[in-house]
């Protein structure tokens, strides 16, 4: 079974930066597609970042600029550069990767930008 493990979450004050990053274990395939989700308390779940093998990374407008999604060679990890953090990227983001078809989601890290 593929499990999907973020990390590198936390409190930053606004302006500051964060790095996620996303594991796969359980499978000898690689992703061929990985991407980035948030979810802030009362709102639905939102793609931030999105990126396939071989393709160019995608963003929300509200990130572009600010974020930057990357991954290993293997595509077995992936990156989410977050700079200039602002209060309204609080949320729990999570990452979502596909494998043979089949897509797995994180459990989630949550990310909190305060002053």
């Known amino acids: 079974q593929v499990q999907v493990v973020e990390s590198g979450g936390g409190l930053v004050q606004p302006g500051g930066s964060l790095r996620l990053s996303c594991s796969i274990s359980?499978?000898?395939?690689?992703?061929?597609?990985m991407s980035w989700h948030r979810q802030a308390p009362g709102t639905e779940r939102e793609m931030v970042a999105g990126?396939?093998?071989?393709?160019?990374?995608n963003y929300t407008d509200s990130v572009k600029g600010r974020f930057a999604i990357s991954r290993d060679h293997a595509m077995k990890t992936s990156y989410l550069q977050m700079q200039n953090l602002q209060p309204e990227d609080t949320a729990v983001y999570y990452c979502?990767?596909?494998?043979?078809?089949?897509?797995?989601w994180g459990q989630g890290t949550q990310v909190t930008v305060s002053s």
């Open positions: 990126m396939a093998s071989g393709g160019m990374p």
């Open positions: 359980g499978t000898i395939y690689s992703a061929t597609a």
């Open positions: 979502k990767v596909r494998v043979r078809g089949a897509e797995f």
